[in-house]
């Protein structure tokens, strides 16, 4: 069978310019997420991995190389797709409901309905009683929740998230880890997810690439054969170490 592919970066460098000073940020990396497929990007940090989701979203022209959603070349031209950028984003004028449901009021659903799916979104990101909170009034975990369920919200099949958890405490992160699964199993959705932790980046993907330091190159693909659902006894097994090693090797590896 021949897979479908969701999103393919083909060979993509990139450089940042300030003044004169060149920066080298991204050197030929390509990879890919197949329809419905989990994967993870991690590499050190100033690697160029929250890079890869701007191109990915097609948000940052690339100096070379192509990005493809369905097979259709997207390079440069901004699309639709659920990205969640690394900073929360959240406008500190509107309050936490207002904040979610501005994808579903972009997309011309009624204001009432908007806020009604929202309200029936809160409990599950454990956000329930804080609709008409402002962002300043919202602790760090809870700006990155309400960040997250509004990604959720965003109508498309392709999710591009840059450390979605990464300013939660480790049991919330957790719970958020099973969440994603949930969602992501759910409802069929392809999904490129930048990490800094090795266990979540096993945890949840089919495959984990790694990026070498800045500029980033691919270093290793490595595929996760782990039942589903994913249940954290696997977190112990033989086989999530020997993955594991694998990782951190990759990752000691210089460019
Ligand atoms: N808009 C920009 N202009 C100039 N340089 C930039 C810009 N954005 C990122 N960089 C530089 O590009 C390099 C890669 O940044 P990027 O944010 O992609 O790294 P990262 O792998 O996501 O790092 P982290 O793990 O810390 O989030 C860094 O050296 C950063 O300083
Ligand atoms: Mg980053």
Not at 6 to 31: A, I
Not at 101 to 120: F, G, H, N, S
Not at 227 to 242: C, G, I
């Amino acid at each position: 069978m021949i897979p479908i592919e969701k999103l393919q970066l083909k060979e993509v460098s990139s450089t940042y310019s300030s003044g004169e000073e060149k920066l080298p940020v991204l050197d030929r990396v390509s990879l890919s997420v197949g329809a419905g497929e989990f994967v993870s990007v991690i590499g050190p940090s100033g690697s160029g991995k929250s890079t890869i989701l701007k191109i990915a979203a097609g948000l940052l022209n690339p100096d070379r190389g192509k990005v493809f959603i369905d097979s259709s070349d997207i390079t440069g031209n901004p699309q639709l797709v659920g990205y969640m950028p690394q900073q929360d984003l959240l406008f500190p004028w509107k309050t936490l409901k207002q904040n979610a449901a501005l994808p579903l009021l972009a997309a011309k659903t009624k204001k009432k309905e908007a806020y009604a799916r929202v309200e029936e979104m809160l409990p599950v990101f454990g956000l329930e009683g804080f609709a008409d909170y402002y962002p300043y009034q919202l602790s760090g975990g809870m700006r990155q929740r309400t960040a997250l369920m509004r990604t959720m919200l965003i109508d498309s099949d392709l999710m591009l998230l840059d450390e979605p958890f990464g300013a939660l405490d480790a049991l919330t992160r957790e719970n958020m880890q099973d969440w994603l699964l949930r969602i992501w199993e759910r409802f069929k959705r392809s999904a490129l997810f930048v990490t800094h932790s090795i266990d979540e980046a096993i945890y949840l993907s089919d495959r984990v690439c790694v990026i070498s330091e800045r500029p980033g190159k691919n270093v290793l693909e490595q595929v996760i054969e782990l039942p589903r659902p994913r249940k954290k006894e696997l977190l112990t097994t033989e086989k999530f170490t020997s993955y594991k090693q694998m990782l951190i090797d990759a990752l000691s590896v210089k460019s």
